[in-house]
């Protein structure tokens, strides 16, 4: 086999108990004493401050009432949407039966079903009734291809790697022509997945392998970036850094329109 797949699914099925480990933004801002929050301009928690962000680029006759989150950690960012927006009907489909238990605590009064599935076991037919779907901070967590090594014939008997030189021709993914590199190869099959189900409104963040600061931050804030996924080592498990450029052209190949934060 030309390259190894990282996969964090047993981890998350069997072994993860809480997010403690891993300091997401949206557990950062949620205390209202959070030192965090108290820097930001409009001082809130993820959710809201998500909404304000999201809410104008949505036409109002557009406006989504059933949503998909995929992970959702504790439940937060799917409580601040239901509380703005109570006719929406919520789903949340969590691979943690752990995460899973605590999305329930905290979204007990609010109108949403809970699914404890893998993304990956899901079918279009799935997907197709969702008007939008959120995917925070999990791109990471999805399966890796490491150490990719490209053969010179552009084919393959070895059928994962068909597979995976199958998505690079269709969606134009360019690669470096030396040398081995990682793929994010789960979080374009997800993106592929939700595009051709025809969810009409994809909101993904995860960390970026191709982060830039503005011009004027850059005397203080200049992050390293390789334009590679890069490994991310946490208890338990690696997750990998993501490519959004390649997510971008498979979001393209279907006709979407994209903005990047």
């Not at 990956?120 to 779907?133: L, N, P, V």
Request: with cysteine; net charge negative.
């Amino acid at each position: 086999m030309s390259f190894r797949l990282n996969r964090t699914d047993q981890y998350h099925r069997r072994e993860m108990d809480t997010l403690g480990w891993e300091l997401t933004i949206c557990n950062t801002l949620e205390p209202e004493q959070s030192p965090a929050r108290r820097m930001l301009r409009s001082p809130n928690t993820y959710g809201n401050l998500l909404m304000d962000f999201l809410s104008p680029m949505i036409p109002e006759v557009d406006f989504p009432t059933s949503v998909l989150e995929v992970g959702g950690g504790y439940g937060y960012l799917m409580r601040d949407f239901l509380r703005r927006y109570p006719r929406w009907q919520g789903t949340m489909l969590e691979l943690s039966p752990t995460m899973l238990q605590k999305q329930k605590e905290t979204l007990a009064p609010l109108n949403v079903r809970f699914l404890n599935s893998d993304f990956f076991e899901k079918d279009i037919g799935f997907f197709s009734d969702f008007q939008a779907a959120l995917l925070n901070e999990v791109l990471g967590d999805f399966p890796t291809a490491c150490d990719v090594s490209i053969p010179s014939t552009q084919d393959s008997a070895d059928l994962e790697l068909a597979s995976l030189l199958r998505y690079l021709k269709r969606f134009r993914l360019e690669v470096p022509s030396q040398g081995t590199f990682n793929l994010n190869i789960g979080a374009i099959r997800a993106v592929d997945l939700l595009c051709s189900a025809g969810v009409p409104f994809i909101y993904l963040s995860e960390h970026s392998c191709e982060a830039r600061a503005p011009r004027e931050w850059l005397p203080w804030l200049d992050p390293l970036s390789t334009g590679i996924p890069e490994p991310v080592p946490l208890k338990g498990h690696m997750e990998y850094t993501v490519k959004f450029s390649y997510l971008e052209q498979v979001a393209r190949y279907y006709g979407y329109r994209t903005t990047r934060g």
